[in-house]
């Protein structure tokens, strides 16, 4: 090498190895001899007063340390830097960043470090290590700095997501000594939307229907929490026939507030509702003014039904969000006084089941809220159904990531301070995007087996929509029917991961346009 034995020396203690764990560095330029003469070898031969055939060379060229090493009589041992799978990869996805200059800081070494400790080929622990561990790493750097910069000290970790996402923030905040307290916090639609309003009327009922993909009147009296008691004066016919369209929803909630009677059990079901989510909610936050949040976000609902909740009973509070990214819905949470902001840029509405699917914790989903034997206000879940293998996967997902956050965590601490600046910081976070929509878009055979088997749980208002990212069904779809319909009819939530599934030399070259 041209770096003297000096700038090896700091090499190595930069990246956390003393020079004193080696007996001797034999530095070409200083040597005069070079491995692809083969005389660099022999003369640490000498130095060591051993045969060749004593020796073993660990090298990646292919020429100077591998056949020059063997014709004198060295053991060669080859070190594969990539693998030709995951050189397409970073291929694909240098493509995804055309337009961009190339980056001078880049975490591909570190995710191919990670990849290598999974088990085997079957190890879902590389999709942690090699794709989600550098994307919501780096997220959870990016939280932490902005919580700091915010004066946030308390950070809400929205269940189920936020289990994985709050570890990851707590370890980075105590890696850089930020006091930061991330707390779990399970909330959900369907916990915290009725008690978000701040009284009975159309436009506020209105808001809790918001992403409900049919409506029924059966629906709306469900989720005022009103069902029982108003479902014994209607028909099953008129409780269960669809409203087609936004003035017919509008002419039946005004229907429905303008009986007195039941009006004012909405009325109450959703002071009980904010009384229980509130006592929860406090209990959290303890009434500090400013709150984090963290989440894979999208458009902020939680968000903006818990700063409500807590506005409600009394409190002063603002929200500060950060999320894996957003959707431009999320700026109405500027219209409360909040923020929210997203880690990756881009349109994420079209594709956002996948990362949700893969760090879901392994728990069902926040009903509501209820007080025990304590008087203490405690969430009530739902049931969790997930298989063996899915809950064997997610936790093998879970393992990459965090190996990988501590080999980052690891090389940041060994760094000095002026080796890691906010430039290639920033290089390093343009490259996120395409880390995840690469996966997303352009997967490969292996991670479409090893992925696909997790199940996606859909729970509106008790209503629970259950399927596989890649369902069998889909698959004969795509045999039957062609690329196109699996694409065009919604038959599965990942329609990329089957067609690499099916056909892989097909998705490999897509990703190459």
């Avoid at 034999?26 to 660099?40: D, I, P, Q, Y």
């Avoid at 976000?297 to 968000?303: A, L, N, V």
């Avoid at 089941?353 to 008087?375: D, H, K, M, P, W």
Wanted: contains cysteine; aromatic residues 8%.
């Amino acid at each position: 090498t041209y770096f003297p034995s000096g700038e090896i020396h700091r090499f190595l203690g930069e990246n956390g190895l003393s020079p004193s764990s080696f007996d001797a560095i034999f530095v070409s330029n200083e040597a005069g001899c070079a491995k692809w003469e083969g005389t660099l070898f022999l003369k640490a031969c000498a130095h060591f007063n051993i045969h060749p055939n004593e020796m073993l060379h660990i090298g990646d060229n292919p020429v100077a340390d591998m056949r020059v090493a063997a014709q004198f009589g060295v053991e060669p041992f080859p070190y594969y830097r990539v693998t030709p799978r995951q050189e397409d990869i970073f291929t694909a996805e240098r493509k995804l960043r055309q337009g961009m200059s190339k980056p001078a800081a880049s975490l591909n070494p570190l995710r191919v470090l990670a990849a290598r400790m999974a088990k085997d080929a079957d190890d879902s622990f590389s999709d942690g290590a090699f794709a989600f561990g550098p994307v919501l790493t780096r997220y959870a750097d990016w939280c932490v700095e902005r919580f700091r910069a915010a004066g946030v000290q308390t950070v809400l970790a929205l269940m189920r997501e936020g289990e994985v996402l709050g570890e990851l923030i707590s370890r980075a905040a105590r890696a850089v000594h930020v006091p930061l307290k991330v707390v779990p916090c399970f909330v959900s639609r369907q916990s915290t939307a009725r008690a978000a309003m701040a009284e009975t009327n159309i436009q506020q009922i209105a808001e809790l229907l918001e992403g409900c993909p049919t409506i029924t009147l059966h629906n709306v009296l469900e989720i005022l929490g009103v069902l029982e008691d108003a479902q014994v004066c209607l028909s099953p016919e008129v409780l269960h026939r669809p409203v087609s369209s936004a003035n017919a929803i509008h002419n039946l909630l005004k229907q429905l507030v303008t009986q007195k009677n039941l009006c004012g059990l909405i009325e109450r079901r959703r002071q009980e509702a904010h009384a229980l989510a509130f006592a929860y909610l406090d209990s959290l936050t303890g009434g500090e003014a400013r709150i984090g949040f963290i989440d894979l976000g999208w458009s902020g609902s939680i968000q903006r039904n818990v700063t409500r909740i807590l506005r409600l009973g009394g409190r002063t509070v603002q929200g500060i969000g950060c999320y894996v990214a957003t959707t431009a819905r999320s700026a109405r949470l500027l219209l409360d006084g909040d923020e929210a902001q997203g880690y990756l840029s881009g349109d994420w509405s079209r594709n956002t089941i996948l990362a949700e699917v893969a760090i879901t914790a392994c728990a069902g989903s926040t009903q509501g809220y209820a007080r025990n034997a304590n008087n203490e206000v405690m969430p009530v879940l739902g049931n969790y159904e997930g298989t063996p293998e899915e809950i064997r996967v997610k936790q093998r997902i879970r393992a990459g990531i965090f190996r990988f956050q501590e080999l980052w965590l690891s090389l940041c601490a060994s760094k000095k301070s002026d080796a890691l600046n906010a430039g290639l910081f920033d290089d390093i976070d343009r490259q996120s995007e395409s880390i995840l929509s690469r996966l997303i878009d352009f997967p490969s055979k292996a991670e479409a087996d090893r992925i696909g088997v997790l199940l996606h749980e859909e729970n509106y208002w008790g209503k629970r929509y259950t399927r596989s990212l890649c369902p069998a069904a889909a698959e004969e779809k795509l045999r039957s029917g062609g690329v196109h319909h699996i694409f065009s009819e919604f038959c599965c939530y990942w329609p990329q991961g089957v067609v690499a599934r099916q056909f892989p030399r097909l998705i490999s070259a897509m990703s190459r346009q």
